[in-house]
């Protein structure tokens, strides 16, 4: 009997998560997530799926993040008709932010249309739409925490609350090996694991004891700072105050899901205390407003949040959902805090107010969350002089701030003990949902607590393995890869030609005089064009 597992995403990168599990009896998916990042792994969002999605016949989902979640409507769309089972917040959460990432599929590739018809380039097609978001929910069923679920034939669950957001799970998954002795084949897919003492939830949990346990590695290589409420809260004031003083603004990027709700919280109890100034607050996101009220929905479920939570009913939050009203806020020229999507930078509303406030040093950026590989907030957190926003090119000379006060993962301490309190593993431990340094950093402290090093496996996209195989287990064929692992986990090329064109532009700028600016396009040209004849001159030679 063969069970194989492949590794479909979040592999060398913190997005994409999607592992591929085939059994004799059934094949199914442990989530189903977008690539997001540099342009190279975003486009792994319009290719196939590497497996054929009529033929899947459930998923498994740990969690509601569009990395984890946001390909469900396209799996839909190709051909996939069975269930998705996931907990109950899960299922209200999805059931806006789906809608919401079909709508930003179409919203983009209009804009991108619009741009390549006057390039005369071919038009592309959203990987789905608002229509396929809201269909594929027919699909999805509820389970309970802790209850075991019979999934397919010879597979059960059991879903244990992972401590991340609303709903968020580890997945404990018994497989049977068809072997005489009715043995079985013990998984726990972590899901992303929430830091111990998180606002709104409690500390994450799942039992001991599994074959193969695979595990994000998200802040493998940092330590978060240790902070009470009050003191948070109070950490949180000394940003706030410095931000604002001067009738300055402060841009907050919004992850739209349960860190929106802890700052608001936050901003809220602080305001109310007369620990930072009273003033405007504006939400400029439909979707963190809709999910904020799926967060009052679940206050019963909810720590640190009564029955009657002040998330909606601060005087001084202004709700802006459509874009006549967000365009609005451009007339505010200090003395307020501005939270937009998305917490990356990436997307969304955040960006057209990046481009309004980046160039001047009256606006602090304060940034919450992970930045990835490629992403804009990943470029601010760098420190680099200058973006390109909506094709134009934008000094940096606003304050750029980070705190990890509000994260969703734990940190390289909090995983080390998490994976310690799952042994025995008896198999491997698989380290997934982070960036080379981060794999390498956690893998390393395991190591040297003492699991044996071949069996802490760091996979690269599209490997594959057989869980029964004797000993560790190996790939029982080659299989082709999309992407080589380098391109993977570094920035891409989209990235360096943005960073040369801002550079060569700076060039420009500071050359003395136009004389000087002819001599250094002659140059420029003179290294295209021999570039131009190596390219030819090489296939003749070979």
């Not at 490629?374 to 002089?385: A, I, M, P």
Request: aromatic content about 8%.
């Amino acid at each position: 009997m063969t069970i194989t597992l492949r590794f479909c995403g979040a592999t060398r990168t913190v997005t994409g998560s999607c592992f591929f599990v085939r059994t004799p009896k059934c094949n199914f998916l442990v989530d189903c997530g977008l690539f997001q990042g540099h342009k190279t792994l975003k486009e792994l969002n319009y290719r196939p799926f590497p497996f054929d999605p009529s033929l899947i016949d459930f998923v498994l989902q740990t969690h509601a993040h569009i990395d984890h979640a946001g390909l469900l409507p396209k799996l839909w769309k190709s051909g996939f008709t069975g269930p998705v089972f996931m907990t109950r917040g899960t299922k209200d959460l999805l059931s806006f932010m789906l809608p919401d990432s079909g709508h930003i599929q179409e919203m983009d590739v209009e804009n991108l249309n619009r741009r390549y018809a006057q390039r005369g380039k071919a038009q592309v097609v959203p990987i789905y739409t608002q229509e396929d978001a809201e269909a594929c929910q027919d699909n999805f069923r509820t389970v309970e925490y802790l209850d075991w679920t019979e999934v397919g034939e010879g597979v059960r669950v059991r879903y244990w609350n992972a401590g991340h957001i609303l709903g968020s799970a580890s997945i404990e998954i018994e497989i049977a090996t068809g072997h005489d002795d009715q043995r079985l084949l013990r998984l726990l897919f972590s899901g992303d694991i929430g830091p111990e003492h998180k606002l709104f939830q409690p500390d994450p949990d799942a039992p001991a004891n599994f074959d193969y346990v695979i595990c994000e590695s998200t802040y493998g290589n940092r330590k978060r700072t240790r902070a009470t409420a009050d003191e948070r809260r109070a950490l949180l004031a000394r940003i706030v105050k410095e931000a604002l003083r001067g009738d300055r603004i402060l841009l907050l990027p919004l992850f739209a899901v349960e860190r929106t709700q802890e700052i608001i919280a936050d901003l809220t109890r602080l305001q109310q205390s007369g620990a930072i100034p009273r003033v405007p607050i504006f939400l400029d996101s439909p979707l963190a407003i809709r999910i904020t009220k799926v967060f009052q929905k679940h206050a019963q479920e909810l720590e640190e949040l009564d029955i009657r939570p002040s998330l909606l009913t601060n005087p001084n939050i202004r709700f802006t959902e459509t874009a006549d009203e967000s365009k609005a806020i451009d007339r505010v020229s200090g003395g307020a805090i501005l939270m937009a999507a998305s917490g990356m930078c990436d997307a969304g509303r955040i960006r057209h107010h990046l481009k309004r406030w980046l160039w001047t040093d009256k606006a602090t950026v304060l940034l919450t969350g992970y930045q990835a590989q490629g992403t804009l907030g990943r470029l601010l957190v760098d420190g680099v002089e200058a973006v390109i926003i909506q094709g134009d090119a934008v000094k940096v000379r606003a304050n750029i701030v980070q705190t990890d006060l509000y994260s969703g993962h734990a940190d390289s301490v909090e995983l080390v003990d998490w994976i310690r309190r799952r042994q025995p593993i008896n198999r491997a431990l698989f380290l997934i949902h982070g960036e080379d340094e981060e794999i390498n950093a956690l893998r390393d402290e395991i190591v040297q607590g003492g699991m044996p090093e071949d069996r802490v496996i760091a996979p690269v996209l599209d490997d594959e393995l057989e869980l029964l195989a004797n000993g560790l287990g190996s790939r029982p064929k080659p299989v082709p890869r999309r992407l080589s692992p380098e391109v993977v986990s570094r920035a891409d090329w989209h990235n360096e030609l943005a960073q040369f064109t801002l550079d060569l532009r700076e060039q420009f700028e500071r050359a003395a005089d136009d004389r000087s600016r002819g001599i250094l396009m002659r140059r420029l040209r003179r290294a295209l064009e021999d570039k131009l004849a190596d390219s030819i001159e090489e296939p003749k030679n070979r």
